[in-house]
C-alpha cells in the first residue's frame, strides 16, 4: 500500500511539472532533459505524457535517440576506476618485479592494466621490472564512463575506444517533444465514472465531470457456453409454439416399439419404411415387452379387416412384427403414443408439439444424415377440416418468416387428405420443400378411443433445412456429427430471424 501511495504521489508530481511548465512555456523539447534537469525518473515522466496525450491535454512528438549505457564491466570501472589507473598506482616508485605485481591483482585486470598502461606509455615493461614511465595518471576512462552514465555528451571517438573495450553498449531511448493540446488546462480535470451518494449528499455533483461513456470500446470475449445453431432455431421454434398455445410432448425415449411407431399409425406391415434398409432395428433388447392389449387387438383389426368405414388391409397382421423394437423414424410415434392417452380421459381439446431426435438408414450424404431433429405440431378437436390445417400452418410458418406457402396432395399411410407444404425462398428465388401434413386417418384414432367426430390435423418438418437455411450452410455434416468446426458455435449470431 505504502509503495502505491509513493507512485501516485510522485506522478502526479510529474504531472504538474509538466502541465506547469507548458502553462508559461510553449514547449517542452525534450522529455529526457526536462526529467534530469528535475530529478524525475523519465518513465513517470513518460507515464504521465502517454495519459495526457490520451486526453488531449497535451500534443506529444515521439524522439528516439541512440544513448549508450554502461555494460556491467564499464558499471564496475566507473566506480574502482580503470584497470590500467589500478595497476599504475600497484607499482611502486622504484619499479616492482612482474610476478609480484602479478601477485597483487587480479589474473584479467593484471592482463587488461598491462595492455592499456603500456599502449598509454604510463610504464616501463621491463624484462625484470616493471616500473612506472611518468608520475602521475588521470583515469580518463572513469571519467568518460561516468559522464555517460549521467547522459552526457562524449566526443565520438571516446565511444569508439569505450565501445571496442565493451565497456557500453548502444540503446534507442524513446522520449518525446510535447506542446499544449487542443485539451490543455493547467491542472488536470478530474473526470469521475460513478456517480455516489456522497456525490448526492454533498451537492459535489452539480460541479462534477463526468468521463464519458466510450460506446464503440469492445467488450471482453465471453468466455461462457455457446449453444449449436440447431438448439437456437429450437428454442424459437419452441417459442413460436407455445405462443400458440401449445404444449411440448414428452420425447425421452430414441427407442420405441414398431407398435407406436408405425402399427398405431395404420402402416401397413409390408410396408418399406419397415425394412432394416429404412430404419435401424434394435438387437438388444429386440423386443418391447408392454403394449396395451385390447388396443393391440383393436389395431391388429383394423389393418386386418378395417372397421370405422374401412376395409383395412387385407393381410395377417403379426404381433412379433408390432414388438420389435427400433430407433424411431420419427416423432409421430410419440404423437401416437399422445393421441392414445388422450383417448382414455373423457375428450378435450389439445395442442401438442415435440421436436427432437429421429434416425433412419439413409446413405449419408450432403442434405442427408441418418439422424436428424424433427418438428411436430399437431391439433386435435372436435370437426376440423382440412381448411382449419392449412390456416395453422399459414399462422405457423409465416411466424417463421416464410409467407408465401402452396400444398401439393401427397402420400402418408396415416393421414388422408396428406400435404406437401412448399415456401418460396427469395434468396433462392423457387418454391422449396419444407414440410408434410395431413388429418389422421379414422383407421388411426378410433381405435385408440377418441370419438368418432375427433379429428386431428398435424403436420412435420425437419429442425435441420430451416437452420441450414437461416445459417447459411449447405452441407449437413458441417451442422452435425463429428465433422463440425466448433467455431461454428462461437461464430454464429444469437439469433436469425425470417427464412428468407
Ligand atoms: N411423420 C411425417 C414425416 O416423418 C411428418 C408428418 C407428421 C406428416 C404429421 C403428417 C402429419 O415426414
Not at 587480479?106 to 598491462?114: A, N, Q
Not at 465471453?222 to 413460436?240: D, F, S, T
Not at 410432448?249 to 419404411?273: G, I, Y
Request: neutral net charge; charged residues 25%.
Amino acid at each position: 500500500m505504502q509503495f502505491v501511495k509513493r507512485v501516485s504521489v510522485t506522478v502526479s508530481m510529474a504531472e504538474e511539472a509538466v502541465l506547469g511548465y507548458l502553462e508559461k512555456n510553449e514547449e517542452i523539447k525534450d522529455s529526457g532533459e526536462f526529467a534530469a534537469e528535475r530529478g524525475i525518473d523519465h518513465n513517470e515522466i513518460v507515464n504521465v505524457i502517454k495519459s495526457l496525450h490520451g486526453f488531449r491535454y497535451v500534443d506529444a512528438q515521439e524522439i528516439k535517440r541512440e544513448s549508450w549505457v554502461l555494460t556491467d564491466e564499464g558499471k564496475t570501472y566507473a566506480t574502482v576506476g580503470s584497470p590500467e589507473v589500478q595497476l599504475f598506482f600497484a607499482i611502486p616508485p622504484e619499479g616492482i618485479s612482474k610476478l609480484d605485481l602479478q601477485k597483487k591483482l587480479d589474473p584479467s585486470l593484471f592482463k587488461i592494466g598491462c595492455a592499456q598502461a603500456a599502449k598509454n606509455k604510463w610504464v616501463d615493461m621491463g624484462k625484470q621490472l616493471i616500473s612506472r614511465k611518468v608520475q602521475n595518471v588521470d583515469d580518463k576512462v572513469k571519467d568518460l564512463l561516468l559522464q555517460i552514465q549521467q547522459g552526457l555528451n562524449i566526443a565520438s571517438d571516446d565511444i569508439k575506444a569505450l565501445k571496442a573495450r565493451k565497456l557500453i553498449v548502444s540503446q534507442t531511448w524513446n522520449g518525446y517533444s510535447l506542446k499544449r493540446g487542443p485539451n490543455y488546462a493547467p491542472k488536470r480535470k478530474k473526470v469521475v465514472t460513478d456517480l455516489t451518494r456522497d456525490n448526492f449528499q454533498s451537492g459535489e455533483w452539480k460541479e462534477l465531470e463526468f468521463k464519458e461513456y466510450n460506446y464503440s470500446a469492445k467488450g471482453q470475449p465471453l468466455e461462457g457456453g455457446n449453444l449449436h445453431p440447431l438448439l437456437k432455431v429450437r428454442a424459437q421454434l419452441k417459442q413460436i409454439f407455445l405462443c400458440m398455445g401449445f404444449e411440448e410432448m414428452p420425447t425421452n425415449n430414441f427407442v420405441e416399439s414398431s407398435f407406436w411407431n408405425f402399427d398405431a399409425l395404420f402402416q401397413p406391415q409390408q410396408h418399406p419404411a419397415r425394412d432394416s434398409h429404412d430404419t435401424f432395428f434394435l438387437e438388444a433388447p429386440s423386443t418391447t415387452k408392454i403394449l396395451p392389449e385390447d388396443y393391440v387387438q383393436r389395431v391388429k383389426q383394423v389393418h386386418e379387416s378395417g372397421g370405422y368405414g374401412s376395409r383395412g388391409y387385407a393381410y395377417d397382421w403379426k404381433r412379433e412384427e408390432a414388438n420389435k423394437n427400433l430407433l424411431r423414424t420419427h416423432t409421430t410415434a410419440v404423437s401416437s403414443r399422445m393421441l392414445y392417452q388422450l383417448a382414455q380421459k373423457p375428450f378435450a381439446p389439445k395442442k401438442y408439439f415435440s421436436i427432437d431426435r429421429v434416425f433412419r438408414n439413409e446413405a449419408v450424404d450432403r442434405t442427408h444424415l441418418a439422424e436428424f431433429h424433427q418438428i411436430e405440431g399437431l391439433v386435435c378437436d372436435r370437426g376440423l377440416t382440412l381448411c382449419d390445417l392449412i390456416g395453422v400452418l399459414h399462422d405457423f410458418f409465416s411466424r417463421m418468416g416464410m409467407t408465401k406457402l402452396k400444398f401439393k396432395p401427397a402420400y402418408n399411410p396415416y393421414t388422408e387428405p396428406s400435404m406437401e407444404i412448399f415456401s418460396y425462398h427469395e434468396g433462392f428465388k423457387k418454391w422449396v420443400e419444407v414440410g408434410n401434413s395431413g388429418m389422421f386417418r379414422p383407421e388411426m384414432l378410433q381405435p385408440m378411443g377418441l370419438p368418432e367426430d375427433v379429428q386431428v390435423i398435424a403436420w412435420g418438418l425437419s429442425l435441420e433445412r430451416p437452420t441450414m437455411i437461416l445459417y447459411g450452410i449447405d452441407n449437413i455434416r458441417d451442422l452435425f456429427g463429428h465433422k463440425v468446426d466448433l467455431g461454428l458455435m462461437k461464430k454464429n449470431p444469437i439469433c436469425r430471424l425470417g427464412i428468407d
